[in-house]
């Protein structure tokens, strides 16, 4: 293998997320306070059955909602940080996946639009070798290269040529 010459692409990988999981601001701070109650409403369930295979349960429950809080927060969170990126006018059209944040909505090769990563491999031209992959969450590969020849250089030590 030699590092003379490397190739980039790039493919989109849809999310597992599916498009019911894509809100607004106003629906995931409504999806966090109702997740908020539920777990509330099972702790106080949890705190009147002292069976043991109640008590199971109740726990498996609690974890489901206590998971499901966390998944609200996250979204939020990333919608404070794309809100901060979006020019005011953009705000208000700004999606979040509740079960997986970071994903974006992409178009795909079949020209449909999807949650998606768009995953970005490196590979040395002679022998085919992948050499580095990275995962963006930019819709596009415009400011991708940089990023890619980083890995590059981190994984195999030297700068390619080409």
Sequence with gaps: ????TILQDCTKVKAVAGRR??????SLEKKLRT???VLREVDQRAEREPEDTEQRRAAAQHRAA???VERMQAALQQMQHLEKE???????????????????NMKQPDGGFAL????????EAQSRIIVAVGVSTAANDTH???????????????????
């Design 21 to 26: 999981s894509y809100h607004r601001r106003k």
């Design 66 to 68: 206590r998971e499901s």
């Design 86 to 104: 979006a020019p005011p006018s953009k705000q208000a059209e700004l999606r979040v996946s509740a079960s997986e944040p970071e994903a974006r």
């Design 144 to 162: 991708e290269l940089l990023p890619a020849l980083e890995r590059v250089v981190e994984n195999c030590g030297e700068l390619p040529r080409e």
């Design 1 to 4: 293998m030699n590092l003379r």
């Design 116 to 123: 998606s990563y768009n995953v970005q491999v490196s590979t």
């Design 35 to 37: 997740t908020r109650r």
